[in-house]
């Protein structure tokens, strides 16, 4: 079956299409390449265009007989929703109901959605399952949730099946030329930190957790990949018509715990200069975010198999490479 993988030209783009092309599946990309790299997408078909651009989404369609489609093009920072947030509105709501429009018009049936715990907000819960509360606290994570309930409400006017994927902090790299080349997220912001011999920034450490930084539950893209396969089948098989699921590894881990296993793989723990220095919170910044992806494990079969050391050393054996690229 062909899928149509928006955004495959990204960073978790690229694993999901490598990682459905391992499965057998035959993938085509559409990718406006605002961020995505064409290098990312091999010898796999790359239509360079906006998902909002229903001609150009209906003409691939029909030219690929696509069926399914995985969307995970999308504006993804936090910060940088609240300064634009009509930015985010454009691209991730009315981006996603464009290409509704456009996939389910042109007889596609199966959607799978990139979402994230950002839906959540900041919950004060230990384990975070799908029941909890969605009470985004920023314009990425609103949009996100929008988009699961655009899916809701046209799923049973179209025969749409779907699955929505809530990520939670995805982080590593199952090949060093796919790593991730953005410096939005802690692990990336702390090796430009080291590679610069500066300090790693904690953004405050007095939470209310067992080291006094914020817990978060790291899971390896080659994971979130691997649960897209999962899902992907199941929608095909039929063996579910309506999925929204957490896609987390159920351990957290702290931002100090991150920052020393950092230094360790990065070689760096013996330099005075690599030593943490401790920052203001960051505004918005929950205490914990852990999932329990036991729905996902339960529907799918699906657990994250990767620990939070092999997602430090590859992200790191991609930064060095991408370094090398570079220079
Ligand atoms: C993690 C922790 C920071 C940098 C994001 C977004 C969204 C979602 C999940 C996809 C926080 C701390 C960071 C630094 C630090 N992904 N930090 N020093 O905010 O948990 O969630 O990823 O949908 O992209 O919601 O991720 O990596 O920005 O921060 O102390 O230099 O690391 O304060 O506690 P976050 P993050």
Redesign the pocket.
């Known amino acids: 079956m062909t899928w149509l993988v928006t955004g495959g030209a990204g960073y978790i783009g690229s694993h999901v299409v490598a990682a459905m092309r391992a499965a057998g599946e035959d993938v085509v990309v559409l990718d406006d390449l605002s961020s995505g790299v064409r290098e990312r997408v091999g010898d796999v078909p790359l239509v360079p265009a906006d998902v909002a651009d229903g001609e150009t989404v209906v003409r691939t369609v029909h030219e690929h007989g696509v069926r399914g489609v995985v969307h995970l093009a999308a504006r993804?920072?936090?910060e940088e929703s609240v300064r634009q947030p009509l930015r985010y509105y454009r691209e991730n709501v009315e981006g996603l109901r464009a290409l509704l429009e456009a996939v389910t018009g042109a007889g596609v049936t199966r959607f799978v959605f990139s979402s994230?715990?950002?839906v959540y907000g900041a919950p004060d819960v230990d384990l975070v399952d799908e029941g909890t509360a969605c009470l985004p606290v920023n314009p990425?994570g609103r949009t996100k949730l929008i988009g699961e309930q655009m899916l809701a409400d046209v799923a049973p006017a179209t025969g749409l099946r779907y699955a929505a994927l809530r990520?939670?902090?995805?982080a590593g790299a199952a090949d060093p030329a796919l790593a991730d080349r953005g410096t939005?997220?802690?692990v990336p912001?702390?090796f430009r930190q080291l590679v610069a011999r500066r300090p790693?920034?904690?953004?405050g450490d007095d939470y209310d957790t067992p080291d006094g930084t914020?817990v978060?539950d790291f899971v390896h893209v080659a994971d979130v990949a691997s649960a897209h396969v999962a899902a992907a089948a199941a929608l095909v098989e039929g063996r579910i018509e309506a999925l929204t699921a957490n896609i987390g590894r159920g351990d957290g881990v702290s931002?100090r715990e991150v920052v020393e296993t950092i230094r360790r793989v990065t070689g760096t723990a013996d330099q005075p200069w690599s030593e943490p220095v401790v920052a203001p919170r960051?505004a918005g910044?929950p205490a914990r975010?852990v999932a329990s992806a036991e729905l996902i494990r339960r529907e799918l079969g699906w657990t994250a198999v990767h620990g939070i050391e092999e997602m430090v050393a590859s992200a790191w054996e991609g930064w060095q490479a991408q370094a090398a690229l570079t220079v």
Do not use: G, M
């Open positions: 993804k920072q936090v994230s715990a950002a990425y990520y939670f902090n995805v939005a997220n802690l912001l702390v790693p920034q904690v953004f914020c978060r931002v960051r910044d975010v």
